[in-house]
T-cell receptor, first 111, second 117 residues
Framework: QKEVEQDPGPLSVPEGAIVSLNCTYS??????FMWYRQYSRKGPELLMY????GNKEDGRFTAQVDKSSKYISLFIRDSQPSDSATYLC???????????FGRGTSLIVHP | NAGVTQTPKFQVLKTGQSMTLQCAQD?????MYWYRQDPGMGLRLIYY???????DKGEVPNGYNVSRLNKREFSLRLESAAPSQTSVYFC????????????????FGEGSRLTVL
């Protein structure tokens, strides 16, 4: 079993839908939780990060961490075709600079 | 500000050939990384360099060598390419610790697409 599990999709939704992307993990030492967005034929870019449990909101995006369940989520409200990309979760221990990545979920938002 | 620059962007090799992927960053970052990305496998770390003069193996180092030429440049070499090394290779860098900004973010290049026949 991989340390970080993420369903690769693809996830196809209509424009305006609320999208939920999720990852589970097994290492309870992870403290920082990140979401990267990767457009086709580009490198990943950090979208959001959270430290420990709780929620963090940035515009249409909300990151949620539930450490008791070892489960993290990224919600996208009012999804747009420009949100179509692969979303990779990543997490790391405090003091480590080697993140562990999920496989990525391919999201398609159709007009 | 170019960020992380990788060359070449595309390359086709025959089995047994050698080549070097080049990476340079202009952000004065200390740490640099090489990943490969394969369908269904996500990003897997090949090697990383915490600072100039140091390199360490990652999850999948076999068949690869690296050189941290200076603070800016980190190259990845395939000595004898195999079809299993067909992949997209990403170089990344990380800003130094000790600043007020999040130091866990990796900055990626656009990738080098390698096909080994």
């Amino acid at each position: 079993q991989k340390e970080v599990e993420q369903d690769p999709g693809p996830l196809s939704v209509p424009e305006g839908a609320i999208v939920s992307l999720n990852c589970t993990y097994s290492n309870s030492a992870f403290q920082y939780f990140m979401w990267y967005r990767q457009y086709s034929r580009k490198g990943p870019e950090l979208l959001m990060y959270t430290y420990s449990s709780g929620n963090k909101e940035d515009g249409r995006f909300t990151a949620q961490v539930d450490k008791s369940s070892k489960y993290i989520s990224l919600f996208i409200r009012d999804s747009q075709p420009s949100d179509s990309a692969t979303y990779l979760c990543a997490m790391k221990r405090g003091g480590s600079y080697i993140p562990t990545f999920g496989r990525g979920t391919s999201l398609i938002v159709h007009p | 500000n170019a960020g992380v620059t990788q060359t070449p962007k595309f390359q086709v090799l025959k089995t047994g050939q050698s080549m070097t992927l080049q990476c340079a960053q202009d952000m004065n970052h200390n740490s640099m990384y090489w990943y490969r990305q394969d369908p269904g496998m996500g990003l897997r770390l090949i090697y990383y360099s915490a600072s100039e003069g140091t390199t360490d193996k990652g999850e999948v180092p076999n068949g690869y060598n690296v050189s941290r030429l200076n603070k800016r440049e980190f190259s990845l070499r395939l000595e004898s390419a195999a079809p299993s090394q067909t992949s997209v290779y990403f170089c990344a860098s990380r800003r130094p610790s000790g600043t007020l900004t999040f130091d866990g973010e990796l900055f990626f290049g656009e990738g080098s697409r390698l096909t080994v026949l």
